[in-house]
């Protein structure tokens, strides 16, 4: 599907202000295949990037800065393993307290610069018992405890078929479940394709249950306790909404956990944002080998 179909996709009272950056950012040349998010302690994957060029998230008209200190805001350009890609260094999340119109502008952005699929990474939390600190894990599924739908507002109509549902709105209705069965919210050929990856790379890869909580506050434990009832596998504050979105717009969305702390329980010590930095950057060698064996796959 293309951009401009994606822009036209969005509500009157969005598509102006994502569509400002589209055209700014298209000016600029940055298009691309494959969408990548750089989660937090994640964003060294840009040192990979050939040919890297980059804006600023506060250069780029009608974007809102993040305001998590370790956090980069940067969109940059360039290829990977010979792929080109756009990507996401840095993210704002849900704890910011935006409106969703501003929280997943970039991601909206992203999907309407034309790319096929995107890999949306993240730190997270390990609640699956046999996951450790370093691990990754391919989202298989996620859990959004936010509990209502991010789009709100955000997309035109239609939202159900009618007499004059065209094949190509059919096609988009199905792709989202509003008709016919429930479809995978990630793309299960791109999830085998990443745990090839893993294999062909000697990277230690689980496949597991995503759940998105608002924070900032890391879970209580009687919340831990649910969150491991309901079998979720990993937990952490960003990647549902965006993954609804893109899905919503015909780009195809990968997920990549890393684990970057056991969800705490008795006895575990209180975790900073520091520590779940630190982690991350631990992990980054893994993952830069894993995203450059799985880029000529897509
Ligand atoms: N909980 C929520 N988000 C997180 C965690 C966690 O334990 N670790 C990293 N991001």
Not at 177 to 195: E, H, N, S
Request: hydrophobic share 45%.
């Amino acid at each position: 599907m293309s951009g401009a179909r994606r822009l036209d996709m969005l509500s009157d009272r969005w598509r102006d202000r994502v569509g400002e950056a589209v055209t700014f950012l298209a000016e600029r040349g940055f298009t691309g295949r494959v969408g990548l998010v750089l989660g937090s302690g994640l964003g060294n994957f840009v040192d990979a990037v050939e040919d890297a060029e980059a804006i600023d998230y506060g250069d780029i008209p009608g974007y809102a800065t993040t305001t998590v200190a370790e956090h980069t805001g940067r969109l940059v350009k360039g290829t990977a393993a010979g792929v080109p890609v756009v990507v996401m260094q840095g993210r704002l999340h849900p704890y910011e307290g935006l409106p969703a119109a501003e929280l997943l502008l970039p991601t909206a952005v992203l999907a309407c610069l034309g790319v096929d699929c995107a890999l949306v990474t993240n730190a997270a939390g390990g609640l699956n018992r046999y996951y450790v600190p370093g691990d990754l894990m391919v989202i298989r599924d996620q859990i959004d405890l936010h509990w209502h739908d991010p789009l709100r507002g955000l997309l035109a109509r239609p939202f159900a078929a009618t007499a004059e549902t065209t094949d190509a709105q059919a096609a988009e209705l199905a792709a989202i479940g509003r008709i016919g069965g429930v479809p995978d919210l990630f793309d299960p050929d791109l999830a085998r394709k990443l745990v090839a990856a893993a294999a062909e790379t000697g990277v230690p890869m689980h496949s597991g249950t995503y759940a998105s909580m608002y924070g900032p506050a890391y879970e209580a434990k009687a919340e831990i306790g649910m969150l491991r009832r309901i079998h979720c596998d990993a937990v952490g504050m960003s990647t549902a909404p965006e993954t609804v979105l893109l899905k919503r717009l015909g780009v195809k969305p990968v997920g990549l956990s890393c684990i970057t702390n056991p969800a705490r329980e008795t006895g575990q010590p209180e975790l900073s944002h520091q520590d779940v930095v630190e982690v991350g950057k631990m992990v980054r060698e893994r993952m830069a080998r894993l995203l450059l064996a799985f880029l000529p796959k897509v």
